[in-house]
Nanobody, 116 residues
Framework: QVQLVESGGGLVQPGGSLRLSCAAS????????MGWYRQAPGKQRELVAA???????NYADSVKGRFTISRDNAKNTVYLQMNSLKPEDTAVYYC??????????WGQGTQVTVSS
């Protein structure tokens, strides 16, 4: 059974920083991508950032230059460093792992609130 355990969310003032972590455990065959999505109230879930097998990184335009995704392959852990946070970054952030044979795993979500 695959588990994704997220941590690092919370309340931060505009301009502040947070670092999200997601550790994957269990039997995951050949991870193709690890990433973060977010969903704000009343909005669809959207891709924030992903790191693809081979190291390529994709970012949503809204977070380019402010967020950085990284991965520790040995620990099957993906990180999202979020700087210069804005109120519009407020959302539930979900970790996602895509693996071979179409496997698609999701974390439980962690709340990020940017407010003064």
């Amino acid at each position: 059974q695959v588990q994704l355990v997220e941590s690092g969310g919370g309340l931060v003032q505009p301009g502040g920083s947070l670092r999200l972590s997601c550790a994957a455990s269990g039997s995951i065959i050949s991870i193709n991508a690890m990433g973060w999505y977010r969903q704000a109230p009343g909005k669809q879930r959207e891709l924030v950032a992903a790191i693809i097998s081979g190291g390529r990184k994709n970012y949503a335009d809204s977070v380019k230059g402010r967020f950085t995704i990284s991965r520790d392959n040995a620990k099957n852990t993906v990180y999202l460093q979020m700087n210069s946070l804005k109120p519009e970054d407020t959302a539930v952030y979900y970790c996602n792992v895509k693996a071979r044979f179409g496997a698609d795993y999701w974390g439980q979500g962690t709340q990020v609130t940017v407010s003064s």
